[in-house]
């Protein structure tokens, strides 16, 4: 499946590495990075409108969708994020926005600080930073990320696991975390099946690295004062009160020019609630 009216191809960011993209429009760039267990094709309808004036370009991360899986990996979002700005160059732009969902934003909030000079604007849906993520999880209310916990184990035993019944696992989260079934239908979560199950393997050390080393990155950081620099917008769901915690003053330690919203719908909000996200990221992009 495709996003209408976009070009696909591949592009060399990393030896032995190519993304698959898709790139649509003209104007200043964007780049959007999907979440999990997603691929691009998450972002049909929001980079269709941006189109209409901006260059869209949406590419499968390191390890997800056609792009490329490295069995030795790394799946670091430094890495990851390193990969997106060598996208953007080999398309010819050395400066763009991005904005980021779920696994997306968090290699987006980790290109923010290690590429200052590149991104213009950040826009996370629906997380927060890996740092804040795992020391904010404790308790009975941990149980809605089992599978943090569960990517998170040595070699091996989770990826047996999960591959033992990878429909049962993924599907389990595309149809638990929306609110609006029909936001994904059929034929998206069968291409989404699809592509999880084809990658097993990188969507576990994605989630392990988030447990070693991205950890590492973001402590570093903190301790250094490292912040986001450009303007930063935030779409959350309400699960910042709903588990204990003030989600909009954890992003504050990391993001001065901040716009926090709690947005009413499920996780896959760029597909429950498309004109809600365009219109943040436009307001973003005017900034």
């Keep these: 499946m495709t996003i209408t009216g976009f070009d696909h191809q591949r592009v060399t960011v990393a030896d032995g590495v190519r993304l698959n993209v898709a790139v649509g429009g003209s104007g200043r760039p964007v780049v959007l990075l999907h979440g999990f267990p997603q691929t691009h094709l998450m972002w049909r309808h929001v980079a269709a409108d941006l189109a209409a004036d ?28 390193a990969d997106v700005v060598a996208l953007a160059r080999g398309l010819g732009f050395d400066r763009f926005a991005l904005a980021g969902h779920d696994r997306g934003a968090l290699v987006a909030i980790r290109a923010g600080l290690d590429h200052p000079d590149v991104i213009t604007h950040l826009a996370s849906l629906d997380v927060l930073p890996t740092l804040d993520m795992w020391e ?12 943090l916990y569960l990517m998170a184990q040595a070699p091996d035993l989770p990826e047996q696991l999960i591959g033992a019944a990878p429909d049962a696992f993924f599907g389990h989260f595309l149809d638990s975390w929306t609110t609006d079934p029909g936001a994904i239908p059929a034929d998206v979560r ?17 989630y392990r690295a988030s447990a070693t080393t991205d950890v590492e990155h973001d402590e570093a950081d903190r301790a250094a004062g ?5 303007p930063v917008t935030v779409l959350q769901q309400d699960w910042g009160a709903a588990l204990g915690f003030d989600a909009e003053g954890l992003w504050r330690q990391w993001a001065d020019d901040l716009v926090h919203n709690t947005v009413t719908c499920g996780h896959f909000m760029a597909e429950e609630a498309p004109a809600d996200v365009v219109k943040a990221l436009r307001d973003l992009l005017a900034r």
């Design 136 to 147: 904010v999880m404790r308790g009975r209310s941990a149980a809605v990320g089992f599978h």
């Design 226 to 230: 490292n912040r986001l620099r450009m």
């Design 54 to 81: 901006h260059t869209v370009i949406c590419p499968d991360l390191r390890g997800y969708g056609d792009s490329d899986k490295p069995a030795d990996g790394p799946y670091d979002k430094r890495t990851m994020a």
């Design 190 to 206: 069968a291409a989404y099946l699809a592509a999880s199950r084809a990658a097993v393997p990188s969507i576990v050390a994605d």
